[in-house]
Nanobody, 119 residues
Framework: QVQLVESGGGLVQAGGSLRLSCAASGSPSSINRVGWMGWYRQAPGKERELVVT???????NYAESMKGRFTISSDNAKNTVYLQMNSLKSEDTAVYYCNAKTYYADDYWGQGTQVTVSA
């Protein structure tokens, strides 16, 4: 089992920035099975959508609409990923979820952190 704990959400004005963090914890064998971590978001009344993922080797996969304003980074020693969000818009308002995928197709989710961008 892998536990994910997000932090860093909040209220920000349009044009502002936020940095989300997601720390993974679990047994060493569970953590070693994780091949990718990333972020998804779900806005009110909409389906959950991909923001970006990053592999253990550092390969990133951004949703096309997120490129340029959002940047993912990772600290493998701390089992933590970060999402730097710049030039935020009201349409970025959503619950942001951290995700971890293992090499064996297991999916783990954090509890979500609310990001609200005021116009």
């Amino acid at each position: 089992q892998v536990q994910l704990v997000e932090s860093g959400g909040g209220l920000v004005q349009a044009g502002g920035s936020l940095r989300l963090s997601c720390a993974a914890s679990g047994s060493p064998s569970s953590i070693n099975r994780v091949g990718w971590m990333g972020w998804y978001r779900q806005a009110p009344g909409k389906e959950r959508e991909l923001v970006v993922t990053i592999s253990k080797s550092g390969t990133t996969n951004y949703a096309e609409s997120m490129k340029g304003r959002f940047t993912i980074s990772s600290d493998n020693a701390k089992n933590t990923v970060y999402l730097q969000m710049n030039s935020l818009k009201s349409e970025d308002t959503a619950v942001y979820y951290c995700n971890a995928k293992t090499y064996y197709a297991d999916d783990y989710w954090g509890q979500g952190t609310q990001v609200t961008v005021s116009a």
